[in-house]
C-alpha cells in the first residue's frame, strides 16, 4: 500500500514561516521600522554624564563649616576623705621603749602618703586652740583637780599619771588639742554625711572622770560624743570601740546617758579587767562583747553580724564614733587577739551599711607596720 512518508514532508516546496514572502521576519535588532541603538546612542534622548547635563548645572559644592572645638570635659566630681592632724600630737613624748610613741603617727602618716590614692585625702590641721577652747567640753566630763594635774605635771617638766601614763612637757597641750581635733571631727562628718579620721594621740578610751590611765589623758571619744548632742538635728549618738582593750573611760562617762549607747568588742580577760558581758548601762545603752585570747576574723565576724550591727541598727544614731584601736592584729604586742589589717577594712564597710556619718579616732595599735596597714584599710573601704 503506498502512502507519504516523513521525508515526503522534509522535502516539500511549502517554506518556512520565517521565510514566508509575504511577511520576512527580521531580527529586531535589524528591523528597518523600528532600529533599536544602546541607549548611550540614542539621538533622540541623548544621555550624558550628571555633571555634563546642560540643563541641570551642578551647583559649586558648599563650603565646608568649621570644625567646632572639643566640648570641654566637666569636672569628675571627686570625694575627698578628710584626716585631721597636726604635728603637735608628736609632742606627747613618752620615752624610747613606750609602745605609745610619736612613730605610731610618723608610720601612719608616711603609709597614707605613698598610697596611690594619696591625692584623694583631705589633710585638716585642728581648730587651733586659740580659736576654740576645748577646756570646756573637758570639763564637763573630767574633774578640775584632775585637769590642773595634767597640766602641772606637763609645766614641771613632765612625769607619770600611773606607771603606764605618761605627761611630758608638750603633752597637756597635745591632749587639749587631740579634743579640738576629735570635736572638729564631730564638724566635719555632720556637714557632709561622710566618713572622716581623726589622727590624734594621746588616746583617750581608759580615761575616767578623775584620773588618766592606760596610755590616755582625755576622754576624746565620749567628750566628742557628748558635744555631738548639742548640734543641731543630732539626738543620738553611738560608739563603737573596736580597740583590743575594753574603753572603762568612755563606758563609765556616757553610760548614763540614753542617748548615747557604747558597743566594744574587746580581749577578756585583759587590761583594765573591765567590760564583762554583763555591764549593759543603766538604759541597756551598752553592749560589751568580750573574746577570748587567740581570737580571730570568724569570731569578730560572727559578732558583727548578730550582735553589732543589729545593736548599732537598733539605737538609730544620727552618728557612729569608732574608737579605732588597731592592736587585736596579731602582730601586735600587747595583746593576743590574730586579726589582720585588712579585716578592719572589712568591718569598716559592714560599718557603712548602716550609716556612712562615721567619724573614726585613733586609739591604740602598736605594731608599726601592721597599724599603718589597717589605718589604710580602713580608710580605703570609705572611698
Known sequence: MGGISINDFSQSPSLPVSQSPPAPSLPVSQSPSLPLLPVSQSPSLPLLPVSQSPSLPLLPPLPLLPLLP????????????????????????????????????????????TVSWSDRLQWQHPT????????????????????????????????????????????????????????????????THKPAFVLSRPPGHHAVEKTGMGFCLFSNAAIAAHYALQCTGVKRVAILDWDVHHGNGTQAIVENNPNIAYCSLHQFPAYPGTGR???????????????????HFKNYQLAFSEQVIPFLEGFQGDLLIVSAGYDANQADPLASIKLHPNDYGLFTQ???????????????GYDLSALSESVVATIQACL
Open 70 to 113: 572639643p566640648l570641654p570635659l566637666l569636672p569628675v566630681s571627686v570625694i575627698m576623705f578628710p584626716i585631721i592632724y597636726s604635728d603637735t600630737f608628736l609632742d606627747h613624748e613618752t620615752g624610747s621603749f613606750h609602745p605609745e610613741s610619736p612613730q605610731r603617727l610618723e608610720a601612719i602618716v608616711k603609709a597614707l602618703k
Open 128 to 191: 587651733n586652740l586659740s580659736e576654740r577652747d576645748p577646756l570646756p567640753h573637758i570639763k564637763n566630763h573630767h574633774t578640775n583637780d584632775y585637769i590642773k594635774r595634767v597640766e602641772a605635771i606637763a609645766a614641771n617638766g613632765g612625769g607619770f599619771l600611773d606607771g603606764d601614763t605618761v605627761v611630758s612637757p608638750r603633752s597637756y597641750e597635745a591632749a587639749l588639742l587631740a579634743v579640738n581635733a576629735w570635736l572638729d571631727g564631730v564638724d566635719t562628718v555632720l556637714e
Open 277 to 295: 558581758a554583763s555591764e549593759t548601762g543603766k538604759y541597756n545603752n551598752v553592749l560589751n562583747i568580750p573574746l577570748e585570747p587567740g581570737s
Open 350 to 364: 559592714q560599718l557603712l551599711t548602716i550609716t556612712s556619718g562615721v567619724l573614726f579616732g585613733l586609739e591604740g
